[in-house]
C-alpha cells in the first residue's frame, strides 16, 4: 500500500471512531457536571460511568429513557419509554402496550419513523401490503415500502398527518408559477407553496388570511383593522373584541353567543303561557 493509501486508511478510521461519540453536552457526550448538559432535551443528568468518582458523561434525567440510538430521552410511559404494564402507558395516544418493557403501539397502529407517535394501519405513513389497504387519509392510497403513502400529485404536510395537492398551499413547487392550487398561495418557498407577502397560512394550513383579518397576522391591536369588530391582537393573530364571537367560517365576528335564547323570547314564551293557564 502506498503512503497515501495509509493516510487515507487513518483518516477513515480516526472519522469513524470520531462519529462512534457524542459531542459535548449530548446525550452520551461528556460533561463535568450537570449544568453541562444542554445538547439532548431530558438529558440533563451528568454520571460517574467508570466508578472513578468523577462524573463524565450525560444520561437521561429520572423517568427518561434513552431510545436505542441514544438520540433522544423518552418519557417512561410514554411510546418507547419503559413500563412494567400496559397500564403505565398513558404518554402516546394509542400506544398504551407494554411490550417487554417497553411502551408500544396497541394493535391496529406502527409507531411513525421518528417514533414519536401510533398511527393507524393503512393511514398516512402506518403500515399496508397493498395500496387496497390504504383507505384511512384522503389521497394517501399508495403503498410503498409497506407503508401508506401520498398518491402522484399529492405530498404529505410537515405533520405527516394528510397529503396535499402539489401546487397548493403547502403543497410542493419547483417555481412561483406552479402554485396555483390556493388563493394567495402564490410564492414558492422551498419548493413548497406559501402565502404571498401580506398573508399569513391558517392553524390548519389550508388557506391565506391577509395580515390584519380576522386570524391573521398582527403585532399589536392597531394592526387588525381589516375585520369588523375583530380588532383585537392576541398571540401575535387578529381575534374577536369581548363581546364577539366568529362564524364557524372564520370570516366575521358576531355579538354574543348565537347559539342561547334571548331574553326577550323567554318572555314572549312565558306571557304567551300564562293566560291560558289561568284560562284552563
Request: aromatic share 4%.
Amino acid at each position: 500500500m502506498t503512503a497515501l493509501g495509509y493516510i487515507f486508511t487513518i483518516v477513515v478510521v480516526l472519522a469513524l471512531v470520531g462519529s462512534a461519540f457524542s459531542a459535548a453536552g449530548d446525550l452520551e457526550g461528556t460533561c463535568v457536571n450537570d449544568a453541562a448538559c444542554t445538547g439532548t432535551p431530558n438529558a440533563g443528568k451528568c454520571t460517574d460511568t467508570n466508578t472513578d468518582g468523577t462524573v463524565d458523561t450525560c444520561k437521561c434525567s429520572t423517568g427518561y429513557l434513552a431510545n436505542t440510538g441514544n438520540t433522544a430521552c423518552i418519557a417512561n410511559g410514554a411510546l418507547g419509554g419503559t413500563c412494567a404494564t400496559a397500564a403505565d402507558c398513558t404518554g402516546t395516544t394509542n400506544a398504551d402496550a407494554c411490550t417487554t418493557l417497553k411502551c408500544a403501539c396497541k394493535t391496529g397502529y406502527s409507531a411513525n419513523t421518528a417514533g414519536t407517535a401510533c398511527i393507524a394501519n393503512g393511514a398516512l405513513g402506518g403500515t399496508c401490503a397493498t395500496a387496497a389497504d390504504c383507505t384511512g387519509t384522503a389521497n394517501a392510497d399508495a403503498c410503498t415500502t409497506l407503508k401508506c403513502a401520498c398518491k402522484t400529485g399529492y405530498t404529505a404536510n410537515t405533520a405527516g398527518t394528510a397529503c396535499i395537492a402539489n401546487g397548493a398551499l403547502g403543497g410542493t413547487c419547483a417555481t412561483a408559477a406552479d402554485c396555483t392550487g390556493t388563493t394567495n398561495a402564490d410564492a414558492c418557498t422551498t419548493l413548497k407553496c406559501a402565502c404571498k407577502t401580506g398573508y399569513t397560512a391558517n392553524t390548519e394550513g389550508t388557506v391565506c388570511i391577509v395580515d390584519g383579518a380576522l386570524g391573521g397576522k398582527c403585532t399589536v391591536s392597531s394592526d387588525c383593522s381589516k375585520t369588523t369588530n375583530a380588532n383585537t391582537c392576541t398571540s401575535a393573530k387578529c381575534v374577536c373584541d369581548t363581546g364577539f364571537s366568529a362564524k364557524p367560517s372564520q370570516t366575521e365576528c358576531l355579538a354574543g353567543n348565537t347559539g342561547s335564547v334571548s331574553m326577550t323570547s323567554t318572555w314572549i314564551l312565558v306571557i304567551a303561557y300564562v293566560p291560558v293557564a289561568i284560562y284552563l
